[in-house]
């Protein structure tokens, strides 16, 4: 009787792990849609709403913006966010004469797709972005840069290397691994729970359901694809969510030339609004020698 009672103590505890895991690896990999359509009025930016399939052919939601240039900048936004977190950015760089291009990634914004996979799938999308690119004739295809927020920044890493028409790379506070970014953030935001064995088993329900494996999400491993394109690499010094040593062995590890950016009192959210002026002439002065002196 005592053992009967026993095992199935054992087997509730069981089940209640992996209804745990189940329940964490939704809130993942399956963010509140951000939806600000206010957001473009506020930036007071003119844009050109338009669908485009990914590489695998899922629609996404995307803006082109024109800019008195015939260069393009395409802004990818961060994990859980839209195409309108990088509105600020995307305001100073059409305000200089850039082209600007937003979109959704998968199962973010106003795009098609069930999840988020932290790179993983995304890579398909901006295929689908840089190819909806060659479609339009009012742009130089040969002068294309991307600027990269977090994850959007991790994706560019991980799918840059096949675009020979990409001439330069910015990257905000982008992460380099996941698999550790995730160990850390999984201790801070359950409580001090440790990672063994609640996360492993997180992780692997989020393979089944998505596909990601995240010991293939490897941003850093994926530098030595870039060649000699210029990276621009800027990162918060009080960034709690993606450790600041992230961009510093990014820049230690890149092929070409990678200038590095670090925003003294800026968290994971803040390099922008904390550096001010001295972040958009930087970004813009990058873009203008890599992308308009060449």
Same mark, same amino acid.
């Given at each position: 009787?005592?053992?009967?009672?026993?095992?199935?103590?054992?087997?509730?505890?069981?089940?209640?792990?992996?209804?745990?895991?189940?329940? *964490?690896?939704?809130?993942?990999?399956?963010?509140?849609?951000?939806?600000?359509?206010?957001?473009?009025?506020?930036?007071?930016?003119?844009?050109?709403?338009?669908?485009?399939?990914? $590489?695998?052919?899922?629609?996404?939601?995307?803006?082109?913006?024109?800019?008195? $240039?015939?260069?393009? *900048?395409?802004?990818?936004?961060?994990?859980?966010?839209?195409?309108?977190?990088?509105?600020?950015?995307?305001?100073?760089?059409?305000?200089?004469?850039?082209?600007?291009?937003?979109?959704?990634?998968?199962?973010?914004?106003?795009?098609?797709?069930?999840?988020?996979?932290?790179?993983?799938? @995304?890579?398909?999308?901006?295929?689908?972005?840089?190819?909806?690119?060659?479609?339009?004739?009012?742009?130089?295809?040969?002068?294309?840069?991307? +600027?990269?927020?977090?994850?959007?920044?991790?994706?560019?890493?991980?799918?840059?290397?096949? =675009?020979? @028409?990409?001439?330069?790379?910015?990257?905000?506070?982008?992460?380099?691994?996941?698999?550790?970014?995730?160990?850390?953030? =999984?201790? @801070?935001?359950?409580?001090?729970?440790?990672? +063994?064995?609640?996360?492993?088993?997180?992780?692997?329900?989020?393979?089944?359901?998505?596909?990601?494996?995240?010991?293939?999400?490897?941003?850093?491993?994926?530098?030595?694809?870039?060649?000699?394109?210029?990276?621009?690499?800027?990162?918060?010094?009080?960034?709690?969510?993606?450790?600041?040593?992230? #961009?510093?062995?990014?820049?230690?590890?890149?092929?070409?030339? #990678?200038?590095?950016?670090?925003?003294?009192?800026?968290?994971?959210?803040?390099?922008?609004?904390?550096?001010?002026?001295?972040? #958009?002439?930087?970004?813009?002065?990058?873009?203008?020698? $890599?992308?308009? @002196?060449?």
């Amino acid at each position: 009787m005592l053992v009967n009672i026993i095992m199935i103590i054992i087997l509730a505890g069981v089940v209640l792990i992996i209804l745990i895991a189940w329940y *964490i690896s939704t809130i993942i990999i399956k963010q509140p849609r951000e939806v600000r359509p206010q957001d473009w009025k506020k930036y007071k930016l003119k844009p050109e709403f338009l669908k485009f399939p990914a $590489n695998d052919g899922l629609e996404l939601s995307g803006a082109f913006i024109s800019g008195s $240039n015939r260069a393009t *900048i395409v802004l990818l936004h961060g994990y859980g966010h839209s195409k309108t977190q990088l509105l600020p950015q995307a305001c100073f760089l059409n305000q200089a004469g850039y082209n600007v291009f937003v979109f959704d990634f998968r199962g973010s914004g106003e795009s098609g797709g069930e999840y988020i996979t932290f790179g993983e799938e @995304e890579q398909k999308d901006l295929t689908g972005a840089i190819k909806y690119l060659h479609t339009r004739k009012d742009i130089d295809h040969g002068r294309i840069g991307i +600027f990269g927020y977090s994850m959007g920044g991790s994706v560019a890493l991980l799918k840059g290397g096949e =675009f020979s @028409e990409v001439r330069a790379y910015v990257l905000d506070s982008s992460y380099g691994e996941f698999r550790s970014l995730i160990e850390m953030n =999984f201790k @801070e935001y359950l409580g001090g729970v440790p990672f +063994f064995p609640l996360g492993y088993l997180v992780l692997y329900m989020i393979k089944v359901r998505t596909g990601a494996y995240f010991d293939d999400i490897r941003p850093l491993k994926s530098l030595t694809k870039l060649k000699n394109t210029p990276l621009l690499i800027i990162h918060g010094m009080q960034d709690k969510r993606v450790p600041v040593w992230d #961009a510093m062995k990014m820049q230690a590890n890149a092929r070409g030339p #990678a200038e590095l950016m670090l925003v003294k009192g800026a968290d994971h959210y803040t390099t922008y609004s904390t550096a001010g002026e001295e972040y #958009a002439k930087k970004v813009l002065g990058f873009f203008q020698t $890599n992308l308009l @002196e060449i």
